[in-house]
C-alpha cells in the first residue's frame, strides 16, 4: 500500500485557470507538508499542517491555498495558474511536527502552459 | 538569511569509484538530513545525525557531522548503477519546525 500519495501524478492547465492537488497518507502521522521542487531540483517547503492546524507558511502568494479536511489529507488549491507555477509539488507527512523523517509522496508534476 | 549549500552541484564516477558531497550550513545546526532522489522519483529519507563529530555507515555510504554543526558529508564507496540519484541534506530553519533543503548534487555512474 502506498503511504503517501497524491493526485493527480501529471496536470497540463492554461494560465488563469484554477487547479487542485490532493494527497493522502495512510502512515498515521499527525503532520503534512507541501514542496515544490522547480526545473533546478531545488526543493523549498511551502506549507505544514499538523492535526489540520496550519504550522508553517512560507513566503508563498496568496493564490494558493491548502486545506486539511483531517490529519490524513492536505490538499493545494491553486487559483489563476502562471508560467512560474509550473513544477514538481510534492506532499510528505512525518510523525509529528518538526520530525526530520518525512515521506514523500510520488509528487504531482504541473505544467502550466 | 539561514542557507544551506551543497557541493559539488553535479559529479559524474566510473562505476567502483567513490563519491563524496559536502554540505554547509550558515548557522550552526541542531541536527542534519541527508535524503536521496532518484531520477523521476521522490526524496527518501536516509539517516539523521544529530551530535558534534557524529559518523554514521548504511553498507557502502558514510555520513559525517562536522565538530562546529556547520557541515556534513556522505561518502559513497565503490559506487554502483544503483547509487544514480540526486542527494540532498536538509536542516531545521532557525531551529523550527521547518526545514531548509540545500540544492542537491546529481550524481552520474557510468557503467
Known amino acids: 500500500d502506498t503511504a503517501v500519495s497524491q493526485t493527480p501524478k501529471y496536470l497540463v492547465t492554461q494560465m488563469g485557470n484554477d487547479k487542485s492537488i490532493k494527497c493522502e497518507q495512510n502512515?498515521?502521522?499527525?503532520?503534512m507538508y507541501w514542496y515544490k521542487q522547480d526545473s533546478k531540483k531545488f526543493l523549498k517547503i511551502m506549507f505544514s499542517?499538523?492535526?489540520?492546524?496550519?504550522?508553517i507558511n512560507e513566503t508563498v502568494p496568496n493564490r494558493f491555498s491548502p486545506k486539511s479536511p483531517d490529519k490524513a489529507h492536505l490538499n493545494l488549491h491553486i487559483n489563476s495558474l502562471e508560467l512560474g507555477d509550473s513544477a514538481v509539488y510534492f506532499c510528505?507527512?512525518?510523525?509529528?511536527?518538526?520530525?526530520?523523517?518525512?515521506?514523500f509522496g510520488p509528487g504531482t508534476r504541473l505544467t502550466v502552459t | 538569511g539561514q542557507q544551506v549549500m551543497q557541493i559539488p552541484q553535479y559529479q559524474h564516477v566510473q562505476e567502483g569509484e567513490d563519491f563524496t558531497t559536502y554540505c554547509n550550513s550558515s548557522?550552526?545546526?541542531?541536527?542534519i538530513q541527508w535524503y536521496k532522489q532518484r531520477p523521476g522519483g521522490h526524496p527518501v529519507f536516509l539517516i539523521q545525525?544529530?551530535?558534534?563529530?557524529e559518523v554514521k555507515k548504511q553498507k557502502r555510504l558514510t555520513f559525517q557531522f562536522g565538530e562546529a554543526k556547520k557541515n556534513s558529508s556522505l561518502h559513497i564507496t565503490a559506487t554502483q548503477t544503483t547509487d544514480v540519484g540526486t542527494y540532498f541534506c536538509?536542516?531545521?530553519?532557525?531551529?523550527?519546525?521547518?526545514?531548509?533543503f540545500g540544492p542537491g548534487t546529481r550524481l552520474s555512474v557510468l557503467p
Open positions: 510528505a507527512s512525518s510523525r509529528l511536527a518538526g520530525e526530520v523523517e518525512q515521506y
Open positions: 502512515l498515521g502521522h499527525d503532520t
Open positions: 499542517y499538523n492535526n489540520k492546524e496550519l504550522i
Open positions: 548557522t550552526t545546526l541542531s541536527n
Open positions: 545525525l544529530v551530535k558534534s563529530g
Open positions: 536538509a536542516g531545521p530553519k532557525n531551529y523550527g519546525q521547518n526545514f531548509v
